[in-house]
């Protein structure tokens, strides 16, 4: 039986599913490396495990790796592999209290994912609580003059994009949940784990992925140099506020300059976030191609996680309502192609959307489907006649026999329809009537 595993729990005596690459050198022979199959980077995709002598060939024909020493599991783990694939047919088991990333014994997970959305989800949510506890450290120790500390941060980004890999749905779903605070790390949190589903989408090497996620996670570190009555200010900014609220993304990129480290790419996107198509952007007015393409790709995110956000001056824009800013202001303050990866991550309906049907019931849309965005997991609250469900009814409207001909009609507004997203969403996981795609 083929198990996806963590790095982790590698070990001498197991099978590792694994393939050849050949790769040529200029001037050299071509070499052979180890590609183990359905797995995952989260370091640098340029590192190969290199064969020697005739390693490939008993690897093609046995169709992978008998990990021999422990010395062998810390030159994969050097590659940056997060996770594997064993054979336990061919080789040792994991013991008996550690489970594998996902269960074997249920039919695989939709393509471009290496779990399912229900195995991560948990697993998800503790990254995320835990890197935005850092990040909010992070920031405090930078606003108090001690730096960043790049170790825990990159180390953060490395668990982010972990995530992201074994389903990027999980991680994506819980970028509804808002959070204020002085400098903002929930957003920034946000917005890392949009812009690195945006960045899968677009076929960005897993490799490189950690690296994009440290500089979205502290895109906003210059607001540690903002007045603290101006970032917590609850009203609007007055021209002067706003003008110094303004400076933070060059504060942003002056930090990541002096704290040394950081790639140029990664200070565009600090530096470059607010900036806009037309030019009408912040702080230089930056216009088109002038703007790196990975700010282009995190003002995206930025801008739909600030418009679905709940401040004291104005309501929280229902998601779908969001989408629909950014796909009207596309190609002229957006990014055209960043958009439609954007909207295809996040699906049409994303998750904790208030959706009504076409036979009048009102729903809340529990789970995606990378397969069809239209034909979500939802959790229905109403009956056809407007009367409460006693339980929310768990349905998939991409499977005929529990849809019964239900599609979504339009969506609603959760703060007008008096309808707590967050509480049905607990409701529905702990009280929900059980389907067969529950149990199965």
Excluded at 29 to 35: I, N, Q, R, T
Excluded at 373 to 397: D, E, Y
């Amino acid at each position: 039986m083929k198990k996806l595993i963590s790095i982790d729990h590698l070990s001498a005596g197991m099978f590792l599913d694994a393939d050849v690459v050949v790769e040529d050198a200029d001037g050299d022979e071509p070499g052979h490396f180890l590609e183990p199959r359905n797995a995952a980077h989260t370091g640098s995709g340029a590192k190969r495990a290199r064969l020697t002598g005739k390693m490939h060939e008993k690897i093609l024909k046995n169709g992978g790796l008998l990990v021999s020493s422990d010395a062998l599991v810390d030159r994969l783990r050097e590659t940056g592999l997060s996770m594997v694939t064993i054979d336990t047919d061919k080789g040792g088991d994991l013991p008996g209290d550690v489970k594998p990333l996902t269960d074997p014994s249920r039919k695989p997970p939709p393509p471009g994912r290496l779990v399912h959305y229900d195995e991560e989800l948990e697993r998800a949510a503790e990254i995320r609580n835990e890197t935005t506890e850092t990040l909010k450290e992070a920031m405090a120790d930078v606003a108090a003059g001690k730096g960043v500390d790049s170790e825990k941060v990159n180390a953060a980004s490395a668990v982010i994009t972990g995530s992201v890999l074994r389903n990027v749905d999980a991680m994506v779903s819980l970028t509804r949940i808002k959070q204020h605070d002085p400098y903002t790390a929930m957003h920034c949190m946000n917005v890392c784990t949009l812009v690195i589903a945006v960045a899968q989408a677009d076929g960005v090497d897993p490799g490189y992925l950690p690296i994009l996620t440290t500089a979205t996670l502290l895109h906003d570190v210059g607001k540690t140099r903002i007045p603290l009555e101006i970032l917590n200010k609850p009203g609007r900014f007055e021209p002067v506020e706003l003008e110094e609220m303004r400076k933070h993304a060059v504060y942003s990129a002056e930090i990541m300059r002096e704290e040394g480290g950081f790639t140029d790419e990664q200070i565009a996107i600090a530096e470059q976030h607010h900036e806009m198509l037309n030019g009408k952007g912040y702080p230089y007015g930056l216009k088109g191609d002038e703007i790196h393409p990975y700010a282009r790709m995190t003002a995206v995110a930025d801008v739909y996680d600030a418009l679905t956000a709940k401040r004291v001056y104005k309501p929280a824009m229902p998601m779908y309502q969001a989408l629909m800013v950014l796909h009207k202001n596309r190609g002229t303050e957006f990014d055209e192609h960043f958009v439609g990866l954007f909207v295809r991550a996040l699906g049409v309906y994303p998750v904790g959307s208030l959706v009504e049907l076409n036979n009048k019931e009102m729903a809340v849309v529990y789970e995606p489907n990378p397969d069809n965005s239209r034909k979500p997991v939802i959790g229905i609250l109403t009956q056809s006649n407007g009367r409460q469900r006693a339980a929310p009814f768990v349905c998939n409207l991409a499977l005929r026999s529990e849809a019964e001909e239900r599609e979504v009609a339009k969506v609603l507004d959760p703060e007008k329809e008096g309808v707590d997203v967050d509480a049905v969403m607990e409701l529905i996981k702990m009280k929900g009537e059980s389907t067969e795609r529950m149990r199965r």
